[in-house]
Protein backbone atom coordinates (compact mmCIF):
# COMPACT_ATOMS: atom_id res chain seq x y z
CA UNK A 1 0.00 0.00 0.00
CA UNK A 2 1.78 3.36 -1.19
CA UNK A 3 0.76 6.86 -1.76
CA UNK A 4 3.89 7.85 -3.25
CA UNK A 5 3.69 11.03 -5.20
CA UNK A 6 5.25 11.68 -8.53
CA UNK A 7 6.71 15.09 -8.26
CA UNK A 8 8.67 17.26 -11.21
CA UNK A 9 12.40 18.33 -10.71
CA UNK A 10 11.13 21.62 -10.01
CA UNK A 11 9.12 20.85 -7.01
CA UNK A 12 11.84 18.29 -5.92
CA UNK A 13 14.09 21.44 -6.02
CA UNK A 14 11.69 23.12 -3.88
CA UNK A 15 10.89 20.74 -1.20
CA UNK A 16 14.90 20.85 -0.60
CA UNK A 17 15.32 24.45 -0.48
CA UNK A 18 11.87 24.45 2.24
CA UNK A 19 13.53 21.72 4.42
CA UNK A 20 16.99 21.51 6.73
CA UNK A 21 18.50 18.74 8.24
CA UNK A 22 18.95 16.27 5.47
CA UNK A 23 19.73 12.36 5.64
CA UNK A 24 20.41 11.13 2.42
CA UNK A 25 20.67 7.49 1.92
CA UNK A 26 22.55 5.43 -0.57
CA UNK A 27 21.57 1.34 -1.90
CA UNK A 28 23.23 -1.53 -0.01
CA UNK A 29 26.81 -2.35 -2.24
CA UNK A 30 27.25 0.87 -2.70
CA UNK A 31 28.57 1.77 -6.05
CA UNK A 32 30.00 4.74 -7.48
CA UNK A 33 26.43 6.33 -8.51
CA UNK A 34 24.85 6.06 -5.71
CA UNK A 35 27.37 7.46 -3.23
CA UNK A 36 28.21 10.20 -5.77
CA UNK A 37 24.32 11.52 -5.67
CA UNK A 38 24.97 10.80 -1.88
CA UNK A 39 27.98 12.81 -1.48
CA UNK A 40 27.67 16.01 -4.48
CA UNK A 41 23.85 16.21 -3.29
CA UNK A 42 25.21 16.45 0.53
CA UNK A 43 27.81 18.65 -0.13
CA UNK A 44 25.51 20.96 -2.55
CA UNK A 45 23.27 20.99 0.67
CA UNK A 46 25.81 22.36 3.22
CA UNK A 47 27.03 25.23 0.21
CA UNK A 48 23.75 26.37 0.49
CA UNK A 49 23.94 26.81 3.95
CA UNK A 50 21.74 23.37 5.08
CA UNK A 51 23.01 21.02 7.43
CA UNK A 52 23.19 17.37 5.61
CA UNK A 53 24.78 14.10 6.10
CA UNK A 54 24.70 10.88 4.14
CA UNK A 55 24.29 7.43 5.56
CA UNK A 56 24.52 3.88 3.84
CA UNK A 57 24.29 0.40 5.60
CA UNK A 58 27.80 -0.40 3.82
CA UNK A 59 30.86 1.34 4.66
CA UNK A 60 32.26 3.46 1.78
CA UNK A 61 35.04 1.63 -0.73
CA UNK A 62 38.50 3.22 -0.65
CA UNK A 63 38.14 3.56 -4.04
CA UNK A 64 35.45 6.64 -3.63
CA UNK A 65 37.37 7.76 -0.28
CA UNK A 66 37.97 11.01 -1.79
CA UNK A 67 34.30 11.83 -1.98
CA UNK A 68 34.04 12.93 2.43
CA UNK A 69 35.77 15.45 1.12
CA UNK A 70 33.20 17.27 -0.21
CA UNK A 71 30.89 17.03 2.98
CA UNK A 72 32.21 18.47 6.27
CA UNK A 73 30.64 16.39 9.27
CA UNK A 74 27.74 17.60 11.00
CA UNK A 75 25.85 16.71 13.78
CA UNK A 76 22.17 17.20 13.80
CA UNK A 77 18.91 15.68 14.41
CA UNK A 78 17.80 14.67 11.08
CA UNK A 79 14.50 15.77 9.39
CA UNK A 80 13.92 15.51 6.11
CA UNK A 81 15.09 11.83 4.54
CA UNK A 82 16.16 11.28 0.78
CA UNK A 83 17.03 8.17 -1.26
CA UNK A 84 19.56 8.43 -4.08
CA UNK A 85 19.54 5.44 -6.45
CA UNK A 86 17.52 3.07 -4.61
CA UNK A 87 15.15 1.65 -6.50
CA UNK A 88 13.24 -0.49 -3.80
CA UNK A 89 13.08 -0.02 0.10
CA UNK A 90 14.82 -3.46 0.69
CA UNK A 91 18.10 -1.98 -0.73
CA UNK A 92 18.82 0.45 2.37
CA UNK A 93 19.78 -2.74 3.63
CA UNK A 94 20.45 -2.62 7.79
CA UNK A 95 19.12 1.43 7.46
CA UNK A 96 15.39 -0.17 6.13
CA UNK A 97 14.24 -1.12 9.42
CA UNK A 98 14.86 2.26 10.77
CA UNK A 99 14.13 4.70 7.58
CA UNK A 100 12.09 2.55 5.16
CA UNK A 101 9.16 4.33 6.27
CA UNK A 102 10.60 7.92 6.80
CA UNK A 103 11.77 8.79 3.10
CA UNK A 104 10.10 11.74 2.27
CA UNK A 105 11.72 11.99 -1.20
CA UNK A 106 13.13 9.44 -3.49
CA UNK A 107 15.43 9.92 -6.51
CA UNK A 108 16.29 7.63 -8.75
CA UNK A 109 16.83 6.39 -12.57
CA UNK A 110 15.44 2.83 -12.50
CA UNK A 111 12.64 1.75 -14.87
CA UNK A 112 12.04 -0.94 -11.99
CA UNK A 113 11.90 1.77 -9.00
CA UNK A 114 9.28 0.26 -6.70
CA UNK A 115 7.69 3.65 -4.79
CA UNK A 116 8.33 3.74 -1.14
CA UNK A 117 8.68 7.24 -0.30
CA UNK A 118 6.34 10.10 0.07
CA UNK A 119 7.42 12.09 -2.88
CA UNK A 120 9.23 10.33 -6.16
CA UNK A 121 11.17 11.79 -8.80
CA UNK A 122 12.35 8.47 -11.27
CA UNK A 123 13.52 9.73 -14.70
CA UNK A 124 14.71 6.16 -16.10
CA UNK A 125 16.33 7.90 -19.51
CA UNK A 126 19.46 9.06 -17.43
CA UNK A 127 22.05 7.01 -17.50
CA UNK A 128 23.21 7.78 -13.79
CA UNK A 129 21.13 8.71 -11.19
CA UNK A 130 24.09 11.82 -10.62
CA UNK A 131 23.03 12.91 -13.87
CA UNK A 132 19.26 13.57 -11.86
CA UNK A 133 20.82 14.97 -8.73
CA UNK A 134 22.90 17.13 -11.51
CA UNK A 135 19.99 18.90 -12.75
CA UNK A 136 18.27 19.10 -8.77
CA UNK A 137 21.72 20.65 -7.86
CA UNK A 138 21.46 23.33 -10.69
CA UNK A 139 18.03 24.17 -9.85
CA UNK A 140 19.13 24.92 -6.62
CA UNK A 141 22.08 27.97 -7.26
CA UNK A 142 25.07 27.46 -9.14
CA UNK A 143 26.84 28.28 -5.50
CA UNK A 144 26.06 24.41 -4.79
CA UNK A 145 28.79 23.31 -6.92
CA UNK A 146 32.20 23.30 -7.14
CA UNK A 147 35.30 20.81 -8.22
CA UNK A 148 34.78 17.77 -5.49
CA UNK A 149 30.72 18.04 -5.45
CA UNK A 150 30.89 17.90 -9.51
CA UNK A 151 33.83 15.02 -9.12
CA UNK A 152 31.26 12.90 -6.97
CA UNK A 153 28.67 13.88 -9.68
CA UNK A 154 31.15 12.77 -12.63
CA UNK A 155 31.75 9.83 -10.64
CA UNK A 156 28.29 8.36 -11.08
CA UNK A 157 27.86 9.26 -14.54
CA UNK A 158 31.57 7.83 -15.51
CA UNK A 159 30.68 4.42 -13.12
CA UNK A 160 27.29 3.60 -14.52
CA UNK A 161 28.20 4.18 -18.13
CA UNK A 162 31.19 2.16 -17.78
CA UNK A 163 33.15 5.18 -18.61
CA UNK A 164 30.88 6.42 -21.56
CA UNK A 165 31.22 2.80 -23.20
CA UNK A 166 27.82 1.04 -22.15
CA UNK A 167 24.81 1.80 -24.00
CA UNK A 168 22.77 3.97 -21.61
CA UNK A 169 25.19 6.32 -22.33
CA UNK A 170 23.33 9.39 -24.42
CA UNK A 171 24.51 12.61 -25.89
CA UNK A 172 22.95 14.19 -22.60
CA UNK A 173 25.86 12.15 -20.32
CA UNK A 174 28.06 13.00 -22.19
CA UNK A 175 27.50 17.06 -21.92
CA UNK A 176 26.23 16.61 -18.10
CA UNK A 177 29.86 14.44 -17.52
CA UNK A 178 31.68 17.83 -20.10
CA UNK A 179 29.83 20.32 -17.42
CA UNK A 180 31.25 19.00 -14.78
CA UNK A 181 34.73 18.42 -16.13
CA UNK A 182 34.84 22.32 -16.17
CA UNK A 183 34.89 22.58 -12.64
CA UNK A 184 38.80 21.45 -13.01
CA UNK A 185 39.03 18.07 -11.39
CA UNK A 186 41.40 15.76 -12.63
CA UNK A 187 39.45 13.40 -14.20
CA UNK A 188 41.74 11.24 -15.58
CA UNK A 189 43.75 10.77 -12.63
CA UNK A 190 40.00 9.55 -11.47
CA UNK A 191 39.49 7.75 -14.50
CA UNK A 192 42.53 5.41 -13.67
CA UNK A 193 41.39 4.75 -9.88
CA UNK A 194 37.78 4.33 -10.93
CA UNK A 195 38.86 2.25 -14.58
CA UNK A 196 42.25 0.87 -14.66
CA UNK A 197 43.94 0.23 -11.56
CA UNK A 198 43.87 -3.50 -10.64
CA UNK A 199 45.59 -5.23 -7.89
CA UNK A 200 47.97 -7.98 -8.30
CA UNK A 201 44.84 -10.20 -6.86
CA UNK A 202 42.99 -9.05 -9.51
CA UNK A 203 45.55 -9.77 -12.08
CA UNK A 204 45.60 -13.28 -10.69
CA UNK A 205 41.94 -13.93 -10.79
CA UNK A 206 41.62 -12.49 -14.74
CA UNK A 207 44.53 -14.74 -15.49
CA UNK A 208 42.93 -17.87 -13.75
CA UNK A 209 39.37 -16.88 -16.06
CA UNK A 210 41.57 -17.06 -18.96
CA UNK A 211 43.44 -20.02 -18.37
CA UNK A 212 40.64 -21.91 -17.41
CA UNK A 213 37.29 -20.81 -19.78
CA UNK A 214 36.32 -23.31 -21.74
CA UNK A 215 34.45 -23.14 -25.15
CA UNK A 216 31.00 -24.15 -26.24
CA UNK A 217 28.82 -24.04 -29.03
CA UNK A 218 31.30 -23.71 -31.59
CA UNK A 219 33.07 -21.57 -29.99
CA UNK A 220 30.51 -18.57 -29.46
CA UNK A 221 29.60 -19.74 -25.73
CA UNK A 222 32.24 -19.30 -23.76
CA UNK A 223 32.18 -20.22 -19.44
CA UNK A 224 34.49 -20.39 -16.70
CA UNK A 225 33.18 -21.16 -12.68
CA UNK A 226 34.82 -19.60 -9.95
CA UNK A 227 34.86 -21.56 -6.68
CA UNK A 228 34.45 -20.38 -3.27
CA UNK A 229 37.99 -21.09 -2.21
CA UNK A 230 38.96 -19.09 -5.26
CA UNK A 231 36.39 -16.27 -4.44
CA UNK A 232 37.34 -15.89 -0.95
CA UNK A 233 41.15 -15.72 -1.95
CA UNK A 234 40.73 -12.06 -3.60
CA UNK A 235 38.75 -8.97 -2.17
CA UNK A 236 34.98 -7.94 -2.90
CA UNK A 237 36.42 -5.17 -5.13
CA UNK A 238 38.98 -7.28 -7.03
CA UNK A 239 35.65 -9.71 -8.28
CA UNK A 240 33.90 -6.81 -9.63
CA UNK A 241 33.09 -6.62 -13.33
CA UNK A 242 35.05 -10.35 -14.08
CA UNK A 243 31.24 -11.43 -15.61
CA UNK A 244 32.12 -8.97 -18.32
CA UNK A 245 35.81 -10.97 -19.19
CA UNK A 246 34.34 -14.22 -21.01
CA UNK A 247 31.69 -12.10 -23.45
CA UNK A 248 35.29 -9.74 -24.40
CA UNK A 249 36.78 -12.13 -26.45
CA UNK A 250 36.26 -12.16 -30.10
CA UNK A 251 33.95 -14.77 -31.54
CA UNK A 252 32.30 -14.62 -28.19
CA UNK A 253 28.24 -14.42 -28.43
CA UNK A 254 27.75 -15.30 -24.62
CA UNK A 255 29.77 -15.19 -21.45
CA UNK A 256 29.05 -17.15 -18.70
CA UNK A 257 30.52 -16.91 -15.04
CA UNK A 258 29.53 -19.10 -12.31
CA UNK A 259 30.25 -17.90 -8.80
CA UNK A 260 30.20 -20.84 -5.99
CA UNK A 261 27.43 -18.95 -3.60
CA UNK A 262 26.02 -20.90 -0.07
CA UNK A 263 22.48 -22.03 -2.50
CA UNK A 264 24.13 -22.79 -5.40
CA UNK A 265 26.04 -21.72 -8.01
CA UNK A 266 25.49 -17.82 -9.30
CA UNK A 267 25.28 -17.30 -13.35
CA UNK A 268 26.21 -14.14 -14.72
CA UNK A 269 24.81 -13.81 -18.28
CA UNK A 270 26.90 -11.28 -21.07
CA UNK A 271 25.52 -11.16 -24.17
CA UNK A 272 26.20 -9.24 -27.80
CA UNK A 273 23.52 -10.61 -29.27
CA UNK A 274 21.20 -13.44 -27.43
CA UNK A 275 18.35 -12.02 -25.18
CA UNK A 276 19.98 -13.16 -21.83
CA UNK A 277 17.20 -12.20 -20.05
CA UNK A 278 14.91 -14.92 -21.34
CA UNK A 279 17.52 -17.79 -20.57
CA UNK A 280 18.16 -16.46 -17.02
CA UNK A 281 13.96 -15.75 -16.11
CA UNK A 282 13.70 -19.63 -16.99
CA UNK A 283 15.95 -20.23 -14.22
CA UNK A 284 14.25 -17.93 -11.87
CA UNK A 285 16.26 -15.05 -12.75
CA UNK A 286 16.32 -12.12 -14.52
CA UNK A 287 18.12 -8.75 -15.20
CA UNK A 288 18.41 -6.95 -18.90
CA UNK A 289 18.75 -8.47 -22.43
CA UNK A 290 22.22 -7.91 -22.94
CA UNK A 291 23.26 -8.54 -19.18
CA UNK A 292 21.21 -10.91 -17.00
CA UNK A 293 21.40 -13.28 -14.09
CA UNK A 294 20.50 -16.76 -12.28
CA UNK A 295 21.46 -19.02 -9.44
CA UNK A 296 21.30 -22.47 -10.41
CA UNK A 297 20.69 -24.44 -7.04
CA UNK A 298 23.30 -27.46 -6.67
CA UNK A 299 26.06 -27.38 -5.26
CA UNK A 300 27.54 -29.75 -8.08
CA UNK A 301 29.68 -27.51 -10.43
CA UNK A 302 29.34 -29.95 -13.18
CA UNK A 303 25.77 -29.93 -13.63
CA UNK A 304 25.32 -26.05 -12.74
CA UNK A 305 27.87 -25.66 -15.90
CA UNK A 306 25.50 -28.13 -18.31
CA UNK A 307 22.72 -26.84 -17.09
CA UNK A 308 23.10 -23.14 -18.33
CA UNK A 309 25.35 -24.37 -21.28
CA UNK A 310 22.21 -26.27 -22.99
CA UNK A 311 19.95 -22.91 -22.94
CA UNK A 312 22.53 -21.03 -23.86
CA UNK A 313 23.55 -23.20 -26.60
CA UNK A 314 20.00 -23.78 -27.98
CA UNK A 315 19.61 -19.94 -27.99
CA UNK A 316 23.26 -19.63 -30.48
CA UNK A 317 21.82 -22.17 -32.54
CA UNK A 318 18.68 -20.86 -33.05
CA UNK A 319 20.30 -16.92 -33.71
CA UNK A 320 22.46 -18.49 -35.90
CA UNK A 321 19.81 -20.30 -38.23
CA UNK A 322 18.12 -16.75 -37.96
CA UNK A 323 21.52 -15.08 -39.52
CA UNK B 1 62.25 26.45 -46.10
CA UNK B 2 58.62 26.34 -45.71
CA UNK B 3 55.84 28.94 -45.89
CA UNK B 4 53.09 27.74 -44.91
CA UNK B 5 50.27 30.51 -43.74
CA UNK B 6 48.35 29.78 -40.76
CA UNK B 7 44.75 30.13 -41.43
CA UNK B 8 41.40 30.22 -38.85
CA UNK B 9 38.63 27.61 -39.13
CA UNK B 10 36.29 29.69 -40.90
CA UNK B 11 39.32 30.44 -43.57
CA UNK B 12 40.10 26.47 -43.83
CA UNK B 13 36.10 26.72 -44.42
CA UNK B 14 36.14 28.60 -47.49
CA UNK B 15 38.96 27.10 -48.90
CA UNK B 16 37.28 24.01 -49.06
CA UNK B 17 34.13 25.49 -49.82
CA UNK B 18 35.69 26.89 -52.61
CA UNK B 19 37.66 24.13 -54.13
CA UNK B 20 36.93 20.74 -55.49
CA UNK B 21 38.44 17.44 -56.56
CA UNK B 22 40.04 16.58 -52.88
CA UNK B 23 42.56 13.99 -51.87
CA UNK B 24 42.31 13.21 -47.77
CA UNK B 25 45.64 12.12 -46.77
CA UNK B 26 46.02 9.62 -43.44
CA UNK B 27 48.94 9.18 -41.47
CA UNK B 28 50.80 6.25 -41.91
CA UNK B 29 49.80 3.25 -38.76
CA UNK B 30 46.52 4.77 -39.26
CA UNK B 31 44.88 5.30 -35.60
CA UNK B 32 41.23 5.87 -35.04
CA UNK B 33 41.78 9.59 -35.17
CA UNK B 34 43.22 9.90 -38.64
CA UNK B 35 41.25 7.79 -40.39
CA UNK B 36 37.87 9.33 -38.72
CA UNK B 37 38.92 12.50 -39.89
CA UNK B 38 39.47 11.34 -43.79
CA UNK B 39 36.48 9.34 -43.96
CA UNK B 40 34.26 11.94 -41.90
CA UNK B 41 35.53 14.80 -43.63
CA UNK B 42 35.13 12.88 -47.11
CA UNK B 43 31.80 11.79 -46.72
CA UNK B 44 31.03 15.44 -45.34
CA UNK B 45 32.37 17.08 -48.45
CA UNK B 46 30.55 14.72 -51.02
CA UNK B 47 27.26 15.15 -49.19
CA UNK B 48 27.90 19.07 -49.88
CA UNK B 49 27.84 17.94 -53.63
CA UNK B 50 32.26 17.94 -54.36
CA UNK B 51 34.33 14.78 -55.24
CA UNK B 52 36.12 13.20 -52.89
CA UNK B 53 38.20 10.52 -51.74
CA UNK B 54 40.86 9.29 -48.94
CA UNK B 55 44.11 8.08 -49.23
CA UNK B 56 46.95 6.51 -46.81
CA UNK B 57 50.24 4.36 -47.47
CA UNK B 58 48.57 1.57 -44.85
CA UNK B 59 45.39 -0.13 -45.43
CA UNK B 60 42.40 0.49 -42.93
CA UNK B 61 42.02 -1.91 -39.93
CA UNK B 62 39.36 -4.51 -40.29
CA UNK B 63 38.24 -2.64 -36.65
CA UNK B 64 37.44 1.20 -39.30
CA UNK B 65 35.97 -0.98 -41.58
CA UNK B 66 32.41 0.71 -41.20
CA UNK B 67 33.87 3.80 -42.03
CA UNK B 68 34.04 2.96 -45.95
CA UNK B 69 30.14 3.52 -45.76
CA UNK B 70 30.71 6.68 -44.91
CA UNK B 71 31.83 7.57 -48.34
CA UNK B 72 30.87 6.88 -52.31
CA UNK B 73 33.66 5.65 -54.90
CA UNK B 74 34.21 8.50 -56.76
CA UNK B 75 36.94 8.46 -59.58
CA UNK B 76 38.57 12.00 -60.92
CA UNK B 77 42.15 13.43 -60.92
CA UNK B 78 42.68 14.87 -57.83
CA UNK B 79 43.21 19.07 -57.20
CA UNK B 80 43.09 20.29 -53.78
CA UNK B 81 45.18 18.12 -51.13
CA UNK B 82 44.22 17.67 -47.29
CA UNK B 83 46.19 16.03 -44.56
CA UNK B 84 44.24 15.27 -41.62
CA UNK B 85 46.28 14.57 -38.06
CA UNK B 86 49.61 13.80 -39.86
CA UNK B 87 51.61 15.88 -37.80
CA UNK B 88 54.85 15.60 -39.99
CA UNK B 89 55.28 15.18 -44.24
CA UNK B 90 57.59 11.92 -43.38
CA UNK B 91 54.35 10.51 -41.86
CA UNK B 92 52.40 10.57 -44.83
CA UNK B 93 54.79 7.07 -45.56
CA UNK B 94 54.56 6.22 -49.62
CA UNK B 95 52.55 8.78 -50.20
CA UNK B 96 55.10 11.50 -49.29
CA UNK B 97 56.99 11.24 -52.42
CA UNK B 98 53.77 11.97 -54.78
CA UNK B 99 52.16 14.40 -52.32
CA UNK B 100 54.58 15.87 -49.51
CA UNK B 101 54.73 18.97 -51.56
CA UNK B 102 51.13 19.16 -52.69
CA UNK B 103 49.30 19.60 -49.36
CA UNK B 104 47.00 22.62 -50.00
CA UNK B 105 45.63 21.92 -46.55
CA UNK B 106 46.98 20.57 -42.93
CA UNK B 107 44.69 20.02 -40.14
CA UNK B 108 46.43 18.88 -36.95
CA UNK B 109 46.36 18.97 -33.28
CA UNK B 110 49.88 17.90 -32.76
CA UNK B 111 52.24 20.30 -30.75
CA UNK B 112 54.77 18.86 -32.64
CA UNK B 113 53.06 19.58 -36.05
CA UNK B 114 55.59 20.61 -38.50
CA UNK B 115 54.53 22.76 -40.98
CA UNK B 116 54.93 21.02 -44.36
CA UNK B 117 51.32 22.25 -46.57
CA UNK B 118 50.60 25.48 -47.95
CA UNK B 119 47.92 26.23 -45.40
CA UNK B 120 47.85 24.97 -41.74
CA UNK B 121 45.37 24.81 -39.03
CA UNK B 122 46.50 23.59 -35.46
CA UNK B 123 44.36 23.29 -32.20
CA UNK B 124 47.04 21.73 -29.89
CA UNK B 125 43.84 21.84 -27.33
CA UNK B 126 41.85 19.90 -29.29
CA UNK B 127 41.93 16.33 -27.99
CA UNK B 128 41.44 14.51 -31.65
CA UNK B 129 41.65 16.08 -34.74
CA UNK B 130 38.33 14.68 -35.15
CA UNK B 131 37.19 17.36 -32.74
CA UNK B 132 38.63 20.08 -35.33
CA UNK B 133 36.92 18.21 -38.33
CA UNK B 134 33.86 18.32 -36.43
CA UNK B 135 33.71 22.06 -36.07
CA UNK B 136 35.37 22.54 -39.77
CA UNK B 137 32.23 20.14 -41.07
CA UNK B 138 29.92 22.16 -38.81
CA UNK B 139 31.21 25.50 -40.77
CA UNK B 140 30.74 23.83 -44.04
CA UNK B 141 26.86 23.12 -43.21
CA UNK B 142 24.48 21.39 -40.82
CA UNK B 143 23.79 19.22 -44.58
CA UNK B 144 27.51 17.09 -44.70
CA UNK B 145 26.88 15.18 -41.32
CA UNK B 146 24.99 12.36 -41.02
CA UNK B 147 24.81 9.29 -38.87
CA UNK B 148 27.51 7.64 -40.16
CA UNK B 149 29.44 10.89 -40.50
CA UNK B 150 28.82 11.42 -36.86
CA UNK B 151 29.97 8.30 -36.61
CA UNK B 152 33.75 8.56 -37.88
CA UNK B 153 34.85 11.67 -35.96
CA UNK B 154 32.79 10.17 -33.19
CA UNK B 155 35.84 7.39 -33.41
CA UNK B 156 39.03 9.95 -33.51
CA UNK B 157 37.67 11.38 -30.07
CA UNK B 158 36.61 8.08 -28.32
CA UNK B 159 39.83 6.23 -29.55
CA UNK B 160 42.48 9.42 -28.89
CA UNK B 161 40.61 9.60 -25.49
CA UNK B 162 41.09 6.07 -24.46
CA UNK B 163 37.23 6.26 -24.62
CA UNK B 164 37.43 9.80 -22.46
CA UNK B 165 39.59 8.48 -19.63
CA UNK B 166 43.06 10.25 -20.96
CA UNK B 167 44.41 13.40 -19.57
CA UNK B 168 43.56 14.92 -22.78
CA UNK B 169 40.33 14.50 -22.59
CA UNK B 170 38.28 18.09 -22.15
CA UNK B 171 34.50 19.57 -21.39
CA UNK B 172 34.63 20.09 -24.76
CA UNK B 173 35.35 16.51 -25.96
CA UNK B 174 32.44 15.14 -24.11
CA UNK B 175 30.26 18.07 -25.55
CA UNK B 176 30.98 17.08 -29.54
CA UNK B 177 30.64 13.25 -28.50
CA UNK B 178 27.53 13.99 -27.24
CA UNK B 179 26.15 16.00 -29.92
CA UNK B 180 27.71 13.76 -32.53
CA UNK B 181 26.12 10.65 -30.78
CA UNK B 182 22.89 12.68 -31.33
CA UNK B 183 22.95 11.38 -34.99
CA UNK B 184 21.96 7.95 -33.59
CA UNK B 185 24.93 5.21 -34.72
CA UNK B 186 24.89 2.82 -31.73
CA UNK B 187 27.95 3.78 -29.92
CA UNK B 188 28.02 1.07 -27.18
CA UNK B 189 28.39 -1.55 -30.11
CA UNK B 190 31.39 0.80 -31.64
CA UNK B 191 32.84 1.47 -28.34
CA UNK B 192 32.93 -2.67 -27.36
CA UNK B 193 34.48 -3.08 -30.93
CA UNK B 194 37.08 0.05 -30.48
CA UNK B 195 38.14 -1.05 -26.44
CA UNK B 196 36.81 -4.28 -25.06
CA UNK B 197 36.97 -6.80 -28.28
CA UNK B 198 39.84 -9.08 -27.37
CA UNK B 199 41.34 -12.19 -30.20
CA UNK B 200 42.31 -14.96 -27.93
CA UNK B 201 46.30 -14.47 -29.00
CA UNK B 202 45.67 -10.79 -27.62
CA UNK B 203 44.56 -12.37 -24.39
CA UNK B 204 47.14 -14.93 -24.96
CA UNK B 205 49.69 -11.83 -25.12
CA UNK B 206 48.02 -10.23 -21.92
CA UNK B 207 48.31 -13.42 -19.99
CA UNK B 208 52.24 -13.54 -21.43
CA UNK B 209 52.64 -10.08 -19.99
CA UNK B 210 51.22 -10.80 -16.24
CA UNK B 211 52.95 -14.08 -15.60
CA UNK B 212 56.08 -13.17 -16.73
CA UNK B 213 56.43 -9.34 -15.66
CA UNK B 214 59.05 -8.44 -13.02
CA UNK B 215 59.27 -6.00 -10.26
CA UNK B 216 62.11 -3.75 -8.93
CA UNK B 217 62.25 -0.83 -6.94
CA UNK B 218 59.98 -1.80 -4.00
CA UNK B 219 57.63 -3.05 -6.49
CA UNK B 220 57.32 0.54 -7.84
CA UNK B 221 59.10 -0.13 -11.17
CA UNK B 222 57.30 -3.34 -13.25
CA UNK B 223 59.05 -4.38 -16.41
CA UNK B 224 58.79 -7.12 -19.30
CA UNK B 225 60.32 -7.74 -22.23
CA UNK B 226 58.31 -8.87 -26.05
CA UNK B 227 60.62 -10.84 -28.17
CA UNK B 228 60.27 -10.91 -31.47
CA UNK B 229 58.98 -14.31 -31.54
CA UNK B 230 55.89 -13.31 -28.89
CA UNK B 231 55.82 -10.02 -31.24
CA UNK B 232 55.47 -12.09 -34.60
CA UNK B 233 52.77 -14.88 -33.13
CA UNK B 234 50.44 -12.14 -32.91
CA UNK B 235 48.81 -9.22 -35.36
CA UNK B 236 50.05 -6.21 -35.14
CA UNK B 237 46.94 -4.92 -33.42
CA UNK B 238 47.08 -6.86 -30.68
CA UNK B 239 50.22 -5.24 -29.32
CA UNK B 240 47.92 -1.88 -29.71
CA UNK B 241 47.89 -0.98 -26.06
CA UNK B 242 50.22 -3.32 -24.59
CA UNK B 243 52.50 -0.66 -23.55
CA UNK B 244 49.82 0.53 -21.19
CA UNK B 245 49.15 -2.82 -18.83
CA UNK B 246 52.03 -2.90 -16.24
CA UNK B 247 51.63 0.60 -14.80
CA UNK B 248 48.12 -0.68 -14.28
CA UNK B 249 49.35 -2.92 -11.81
CA UNK B 250 48.32 -1.56 -7.95
CA UNK B 251 51.61 0.63 -6.60
CA UNK B 252 53.31 0.01 -9.82
CA UNK B 253 54.75 3.98 -10.65
CA UNK B 254 56.32 3.34 -14.02
CA UNK B 255 55.86 0.60 -16.20
CA UNK B 256 58.01 -0.47 -18.66
CA UNK B 257 57.86 -2.67 -22.10
CA UNK B 258 60.54 -3.79 -24.33
CA UNK B 259 59.54 -5.02 -27.66
CA UNK B 260 62.55 -6.38 -29.84
CA UNK B 261 63.34 -4.86 -32.70
CA UNK B 262 65.78 -4.94 -35.63
CA UNK B 263 67.93 -1.92 -34.02
CA UNK B 264 67.93 -3.31 -30.80
CA UNK B 265 64.53 -3.04 -27.87
CA UNK B 266 61.99 -0.22 -28.20
CA UNK B 267 61.20 0.64 -24.81
CA UNK B 268 57.92 2.48 -23.83
CA UNK B 269 57.12 4.08 -20.64
CA UNK B 270 54.09 4.44 -18.64
CA UNK B 271 54.00 6.51 -15.04
CA UNK B 272 51.61 7.93 -12.51
CA UNK B 273 54.43 10.35 -11.21
CA UNK B 274 57.57 9.93 -12.33
CA UNK B 275 58.78 12.47 -15.56
CA UNK B 276 59.70 9.73 -17.97
CA UNK B 277 60.04 12.12 -20.74
CA UNK B 278 63.36 12.84 -19.02
CA UNK B 279 64.35 9.46 -18.63
CA UNK B 280 63.55 8.70 -22.29
CA UNK B 281 65.37 11.66 -23.47
CA UNK B 282 68.56 10.28 -21.85
CA UNK B 283 68.55 7.54 -24.44
CA UNK B 284 67.89 9.65 -27.63
CA UNK B 285 63.83 9.36 -27.16
CA UNK B 286 60.83 11.29 -25.69
CA UNK B 287 57.56 11.78 -26.04
CA UNK B 288 55.01 13.10 -22.66
CA UNK B 289 55.56 13.25 -19.57
CA UNK B 290 53.25 10.20 -18.09
CA UNK B 291 54.35 8.33 -21.50
CA UNK B 292 57.47 8.11 -23.67
CA UNK B 293 59.39 5.98 -25.71
CA UNK B 294 62.88 5.60 -26.29
CA UNK B 295 65.23 2.76 -28.46
CA UNK B 296 67.87 0.94 -26.33
CA UNK B 297 70.60 -0.11 -29.19
CA UNK B 298 71.53 -3.38 -28.21
CA UNK B 299 70.48 -7.60 -28.96
CA UNK B 300 71.11 -8.00 -25.43
CA UNK B 301 67.65 -8.24 -23.73
CA UNK B 302 69.57 -8.38 -19.85
CA UNK B 303 71.61 -5.43 -21.03
CA UNK B 304 68.27 -3.06 -21.99
CA UNK B 305 66.36 -4.16 -19.25
CA UNK B 306 69.48 -3.38 -16.84
CA UNK B 307 69.79 0.34 -18.43
CA UNK B 308 66.51 1.42 -18.30
CA UNK B 309 65.34 -0.15 -14.96
CA UNK B 310 68.56 1.54 -13.73
CA UNK B 311 67.35 5.46 -14.85
CA UNK B 312 64.00 4.37 -13.46
CA UNK B 313 65.21 3.18 -10.33
CA UNK B 314 67.11 6.51 -9.62
CA UNK B 315 63.77 8.69 -10.85
CA UNK B 316 61.47 6.51 -8.04
CA UNK B 317 64.07 6.91 -5.93
CA UNK B 318 63.93 10.48 -6.05
CA UNK B 319 60.02 10.61 -6.35
CA UNK B 320 60.14 8.54 -2.95
CA UNK B 321 62.38 11.19 -1.32
CA UNK B 322 60.23 13.87 -2.12
CA UNK B 323 57.15 12.37 -0.69
Redesign the interface.
Known amino acids: MNKATNITLQQAAELLAEHDNFLILSHVNPDGDTVGCAYGLCGALQRLGKKAKVACSDSLSERFSYMEEAVEEQRFQEGFVISVDVADRSLLGDLEKTYGDRVGLAIDHHLSHRPFAEKVYVDDSAAAACEIVYDLVKLLGEVCLDEITAKCLYTGIATDTG?????N???????K???L??YGF???AL??VL??????AR?GL??YV??NIEFFAEDKGAIIALSKEILDSVDTEDVNGIS?LPR???GVEVGIVLKEKKDGWKVSLRS?SVNVQEICGYFGGGGHIRAAGCTIKTADVEEAKKLIKEEVAKAIEELLKKR
Open positions: CFKFGTTGVSHRAGEMDDAANYFDMKTKIERFEAQILN
